[in-house]
T-cell receptor
Framework: GENVEQHPSTLSVQEGDSAVIKCTYSDSASNYFPWYKQELGKRPQLIIDIRSNVGEKKDQRIAVTLNKTAKHFSLHITETQPEDSAVYFCAASWQGYGGADGLTFGKGTHLIIQP | EAGVTQFPSHSVIEKGQTVTLRCDPISGHDNLYWYRRVMGKEIKFLLHFVKESKQDESGMPNNRFLAERTGGTYSTLKVQPAELEDSGVYFC????????????????FGPGTRLTVL
């Protein structure tokens, strides 16, 4: 089955600096890579996703890159703000026209934005 | 539009007892997933329904866990009898699937049920 590794487990950055979280996956059949943000006591929420036919995707201060050959994908947050403090989870799965598998998650990264 | 809802938000039971968790997906979402996060570990997939059918239950830990989705709407996850290692947060997620020729597989998560087995 799929295995997703996520690093680092904790990341502390100064407000305004950039943060990068990295994940690797093992199953070459996986073609969908979402990132979820979970604030304390709240539900995980999708912040960005990328499919295997794309190498990079941006949404304002957030970007995700994917290297299919190396089976790596990364989340980049620029100009970090206090509200970015949360736990971030990467995930991988197979998705097709007829359906989608359950997600395999990384262990999460606790991002701390220092004022 | 109401999001995914789960009930109860917290449950504290003793080892050997039975607990039933409920998930109400977003209306019209054919796909329903159950996940579990044990303290300090990753969110793990348990099973996947498409409408009322179990599409994949490869993540279910053992036969003490029983999930149902009669009628293809809400789902229940029953743990009987509960053991200490079943403690954790149980999440439900739903996605729309194939609608009018377009695939929408983004999974929307519920707030979770925190289960504590003493």
């Amino acid at each position: 089955g799929e295995n997703v590794e996520q690093h680092p487990s904790t990341l502390s950055v100064q407000e305004g600096d950039s943060a990068v979280i990295k994940c690797t996956y093992s199953d070459s059949a996986s073609n969908y890579f979402p990132w979820y943000k979970q604030e304390l006591g709240k539900r995980p929420q999708l912040i960005i996703d990328i499919r295997s036919n794309v190498g990079e995707k941006k949404d304002q201060r957030i970007a995700v890159t994917l290297n299919k050959t190396a089976k790596h994908f990364s989340l980049h947050i620029t100009e970090t703000q206090p509200e970015d403090s949360a736990v971030y989870f990467c995930a991988a799965s197979w998705q097709g026209y007829g359906g989608a598998d359950g997600l395999t998650f990384g262990k999460g990264t606790h991002l701390i934005i220092q004022p | 539009e109401a999001g995914v809802t789960q009930f109860p938000s917290h449950s504290v039971i003793e080892k050997g007892q039975t607990v039933t968790l409920r998930c109400d997906p977003i209306s019209g979402h054919d796909n329903l997933y159950w996940y579990r996060r044990v303290m300090g570990k990753e969110i793990k997939f348990l099973l996947h329904f498409v409408k009322e059918s179990k599409q994949d239950e490869s993540g279910m830990p053992n036969n003490r866990f029983l999930a149902e989705r009669t009628g293809g709407t809400y789902s229940t996850l029953k743990v009987q009898p509960a053991e200490l290692e079943d403690s954790g947060v149980y999440f439900c997620a739903s996605s729309q699937g194939l609608v009018r020729g377009k695939v929408s597989n983004e999974q929307f998560f519920g707030p979770g049920t925190r289960l504590t087995v003493l």
